[in-house]
């Protein structure tokens, strides 16, 4: 799985900021917006990519944040952005940080990503000081309310298992029991949101190959036949010249005993 996470984001670094940046949840937030009003004192942006988050953060007048992540392309983005911050290249899973670092841990559609969430849980528990706030942002599976998903996604994965491209997720999910279990005694809360967007039928196969990684790391004439699926069923749900998508999340928030 980190080879591939390196390999695709060194491609497309920056391509999760597009991806989520104009899907919106139903009350007119992105899921960037919504996670950063979690956010207060000492900010950790966990898995901070090109540091779209860290950007939402900034913007509610919370100046004090730090971004990690493993990919060094992303690094660069973000440290182009905000030269004034930290953002340090490291494992979620051995935090380079001290005790009681920080006021709150964020962290936007990454845990799923990362082997081993019940070490990435003692980190953040350790990292944090009492009383400390922790708000993740995690995938919740496939909309297939919306008929421009199943029209496509089968096809599509038909094409990743000709490519023999196999993607070793860890299958964390950090659903509200696992949540629970890694943060005993913490407040809670947890909710699913459905994201949309309309996005420009002649930006759609570049937009589903920065959403899905698979699509991202096929080659040559998998990659091609990929981005002719996508236009051809773009084609077939577009309304006036853009497709909806939809993707569902799922969004928790704690907060530690002071």
């Not at 100046?63 to 004034?84: C, I, K, M, S």
């Not at 998903?149 to 964390?172: Q, S």
């Not at 999910?173 to 943060?183: I, L, P």
């Not at 809670?188 to 949101?193: D, H, I, K, N, Q």
């Amino acid at each position: 799985m980190t080879e591939a996470l390196t390999r695709f984001h060194d491609r497309y670094a920056g391509g999760s900021g597009v991806v989520f940046g104009n899907a919106l949840r139903s009350d007119g937030r992105s899921t960037y917006a919504a996670l950063a009003a979690h956010a207060g004192g000492a900010v950790l942006d966990l898995a901070c990519g090109d540091g779209s988050l860290t950007a939402a953060v900034l913007a509610r007048g919370i100046p004090t944040v730090t971004g990690l992540d493993q990919n060094r392309t992303e690094l660069a983005q973000a440290r182009a952005r905000f030269p004034e911050l930290a953002f340090v290249e490291g494992d979620a899973r051995d935090l380079p940080f001290p005790d009681g670092a920080f006021d709150t841990v964020l962290c936007h559609m990454a845990l799923m990503l990362i082997p081993d969430g019940d070490r990435v849980a003692a980190e953040v528990r350790r990292v944090l000081r009492p009383g400390g706030g922790f708000a993740g942002v995690v995938g919740d599976g496939l909309d297939t309310t919306n008929p421009v998903v199943p029209a496509l996604m089968p096809a599509i994965n038909t094409v990743v298992a000709e490519a023999g491209l196999h993607i070793d997720y860890p299958g964390e999910r950090w659903t509200d029991a696992e949540v629970a279990g890694r943060f005993p005694g913490w407040a809670a809360t947890s909710e699913v949101a459905v994201l949309e967007q309309h996005v420009p039928l002649e930006r759609f196969a570049h937009f589903v190959t920065l959403h899905y990684y698979g699509v991202g790391l096929l080659d040559g004439a998998f990659a091609d036949h990929a981005r002719e699926l996508a236009l051809e069923v773009g084609r077939a749900h577009a309304v006036d010249g853009r497709v909806r998508w939809t993707t569902r999340t799922r969004a928790f928030s704690l907060r530690a005993p002071a």
